[in-house]
């Protein structure tokens, strides 16, 4: 990502350590303005401490974070919305008296602001009733609503698509999509189903063990999750060398030690059997496959893969 | 900081917990005179026996008695007490502190504006409390009681337990903090309410033996509290109390405040 760029956020080598464990490892991470940006992990990966430091309810040990480009981030972070983990909600309280408490907080004078946000979340018509009594789809769209009380620019929204129904995430995708486009909010979102989130963000960070594995857009990822030929071999370096040596192959990658995913000439099976069987290669597998997102983001979560293409 | 007061004195306005600690203070204050009422109205045999032991003991009482049972006994400072926790842990059981916090507001006046506001609804309950002993014992003594130094009596005993009710606020708030739990509700009512005096008091018993010339809990809010007389303070008293209670509520401020700013929001 160039200098140039406007980054709504930026943190630099931001860790937290729980209990000797560091939950969150020297993150670097980058969202670009107008982005939604996906992030991406097994639980425990450290996505929720990560957000929750950037929304300032956990202390990073090292590092720093930069919002919109400045490190008074106390500051910034007035212009931000969040939802991390469960949306906090007075469980007594009506929806509107939710807001109401927000608002009088935050200083907000114009008081129809409480009824426009419902509106756009789509609970105005919830009227008396106690947000104990909501839906889980209708507490996450209370919680959004009170992230987008003071009009962020930039929402930070923890797994909001947990405990939904199908309806549900269509209106939550509907929601974050039209949040994006309309109000021009950045939007960075972490959840555990993949697909769901492929079919919304625009940039990913994978996270494994406390460590930003990759950050890549979705043109990247559609690069990368594109037919290719995959080889299992006996000798990886070797078969590498050869690749790049003899048959000038520049996109591939090693997912792991033996297996080879190549990205060009697809079809030229023969060439490649030839030269890695002459290089004393023995070839066990060699076949066309497709990834589909889901198999590909499982693949980058799980495993230490080395992309060693596509990583423009 | 003006706003945080208003969204806390909005949350204050739509709390169950602060209802229903002013209903059961204001119905536990007309106790003894709803006894009276009972004895006096003849349905219940008061001639002999424990009948006639309480109600001797209720007509040789006065309003500044009963005042002094509300307070000193703790009997009101228990509905004050639920009530404290239940709304400085209700913004950790719901989460929404999350709302609140790194929010470019400062978190210290995030805490400064929950101790305002929590005071203001147990000051509220104290207030009634003595709103309606007096006005019940009027009804029940007649003004006849209300004599000489009836009234610089009962506004120096209000005003020093008005002082120690501060104090007290933000020793309650400052363990709800720590705990941010049910757990605090529990310590605040077996552990400071309850158990403090009389731990402090065998404290005392030990060091008396040990030679130690010095008793502990003269300097703690709650032997205050159940040692304050209803007429005829003495100005030492006062101003230990005061010293006392500015000492704790200072403390206790600073402690939960800096607590407060340090500790991750879960």
Known sequence: MGKGENFVLKTEKLTKIYDKKRAVNEVSIHVKQGEIYGFIGKNGAGKTTLMRMVSGLARPNAGTIELFGQTDIEKQRARIGTLIESPGLYRGMSARDNLEVVRRA?????????????????????????????????????GIAIALLRSPDFLILDEPINGLDPQGIKQMRDLLLKLNREKNITIMISSHILGELSKIATAYGIIRDGRLA??????????????CRR???DNTEHAVHILEEELHIKEF????NGIIRIYEQLEDTSRINR????????????YLAGQDLESYFMELVENEATVKSGKE | MINLIHAELYKLKKSTSYKVALLLAALFSMITYFVYAVFQSGWIDTSSGLNAAMLKSITDSSILDTLRQMFANTNTLIFVTIFLCLFAISDYRSGAVKNFVGKGIRREKLYLARFLITELGAVSIYLLTAFLVFVGGMFCYGSDSVNGTFFHDFFVFLTLHLIY???????ILLVCEITRNVAGILISIFGVLMLSSPILSVIDLL???AGVRFEISDYWIMSLIASCPINDIPTAFIVRSGIVAG???IGSLAGGMLYHSWRDIA
């Not at chain 1, 008081?111 to 104990?132: C, N, P």
């Not at chain 1, 030269?275 to 060699?286: K, V």
């Open chain 1, 253 to 256: 990658d090693v997912p792991e």
């Open chain 1, 231 to 233: 080889l299992l071999v």
């Open chain 2, 165 to 171: 009710l501060t104090c007290y606020t933000a020793i």
């Open chain 1, 106 to 142: 935050y200083g907000i004078c114009d008081k129809s602001v409480v009824e426009h946000t419902l509106s756009f979340v789509g609970l105005a018509d919830t009227g008396k009733k106690k947000a104990g009594n909501f839906s889980m789809g209708m507490k996450q769209r209370l």
């Open chain 2, 247 to 249: 000492v704790w509520l």
């Open chain 2, 207 to 209: 060091m008396n033996a």
């Open chain 1, 275 to 286: 030269s890695l069987t002459l290089a004393g290669i023995n070839i066990r597998e060699n």
């Open chain 1, 214 to 227: 990759e950050e890549f857009d979705s043109a990247q990822l559609a690069r990368r999750c594109r037919r």
